[in-house]
């Protein structure tokens, strides 16, 4: 495996995951993108995004404000420089795409279909029947991320490494079930739960939908949530709440070095926004960052945060949004919240 390009996701998850996909993925491991249905006019298709709608209960991690006199670690330079170093690219991006998340919104009129998967959230070597809509479609690249959200029911859907069969069902080496009206964190691994719980698709146990850049959110000028962040030198193994599992070995990381699976990191409040001309996209997402910081929830070849992929949201970010729009930010400005006692994955 080699190195993903600027703006790309994690390298492939564990080899056991690995394997089990090209076992079950029609066509093995590739990148390949998958679309649903798309020639089928008499099926009902995605619903529109809503105008506002931020996930999880009001005093979930992802929708809590860092406080004022907040702890720092007493590190956070060094893991600050760290980070910086690890990329080729020493500055943020927004990764839209190829390598994010493309969000599809469906209700109780989506039609159900079957979801074939070695491993879930819900047990192992399962079929689901998940509400898929007509046009849906994961991301083109090797992480093959999509989810779905039922807003009225509260639920969410995540597939990683998502993969349309020719009979309309579809397989994913990973899938996850969301409480979206719930804390946004799944039990972590190695806790009383079943160990299969803890896992989410993305790779450290985040759900899709957490931390994702909307554009509804860059029209209102307002990100009410921590972001995601991915890095090429997060810790391996380690990993703190909101994350449940920790990233498993790459070749690329280390157990020793880095920021853990759910570590948070914050831009400097005290840097004024105003006068570093950013968009007013950039700004926003700035904004975000010193509000509600962003965590640690995967690999990447550069440094980035993720905003939704799917095509109904590149339509709206034309004149809105590039995945520039952050890489005048000064790295050495961010610093790492005090994370505690860490949790080792295995």
Not at 50 to 72: G, H, M
Not at 195 to 214: E, N
Not at 297 to 304: H, P, T, V
Request: proline share 9%; aromatic share 6%; hydrophobic share 40%.
């Amino acid at each position: 495996m080699t190195l993903r390009p600027r703006g790309a996701g994690r390298l492939l998850r564990a080899p056991l995951v690995c394997v089990l996909a090209c076992q079950v993925v029609v066509g093995g491991c590739s990148g390949a993108s998958a679309t649903a249905g798309a020639g089928d006019d008499t099926s009902p298709r995605e619903q529109p995004a809503p105008s506002t709608y931020r996930p999880f209960v009001d005093t979930s991690p992802w929708n809590t404000p860092i406080p004022e006199d907040v702890a720092l670690r007493p590190d956070s330079a060094a893991l600050v420089q760290h980070l910086a170093g690890s990329s080729e690219w020493p500055s943020l991006s927004v990764s839209i795409h190829p390598w994010s998340v493309p969000v599809h919104w469906v209700d109780a009129s989506t039609p159900l279909v079957d979801v074939h998967t070695p491993l879930s959230n819900e047990g192992e070597h399962l079929t689901l029947r998940w509400p898929v809509p007509v046009g849906a479609a994961s991301a083109p690249e090797a992480d093959g991320h999509l989810t779905l959200v039922d807003v009225a029911r509260g639920r969410g859907y995540d597939f990683y490494q998502a993969r349309l069969r020719g009979d309309g069902s579809w397989d994913c080496s990973l899938c996850a079930t969301v409480d979206l009206q719930g804390s946004g964190v799944r039990p972590p691994k190695g806790g009383p739960s079943e160990w299969y719980a803890s896992h989410g698709s993305r790779a450290c146990g985040f759900p899709l939908l957490a931390g994702l850049i909307t554009a509804a959110e860059l029209r209102a000028g307002e990100i009410p949530h921590a972001l995601v962040l991915a890095y090429p030198g997060l810790r391996q193994r380690w990993f703190v709440s909101p994350a449940s599992t920790g990233h498993p070995a790459n070749g690329v990381i280390s157990e020793s070095a880095g920021i853990p699976c759910g570590g948070r990191v914050q831009l400097d409040p005290a840097l004024d926004l105003d006068a570093l001309g950013l968009s007013p996209a950039g700004r926003t997402i700035a904004r975000a960052l010193q509000v509600y910081g962003a965590y640690v929830g995967d690999f990447s070849g550069s440094i980035n945060v993720y905003a939704d992929g799917s095509a109904a949201a590149r339509e709206a970010y034309v004149g809105l949004l590039d995945s520039s729009a952050t890489t005048s930010l000064d790295l050495s400005r961010l610093r790492v919240v005090e994370w505690g006692a860490l949790t080792p994955d295995g």
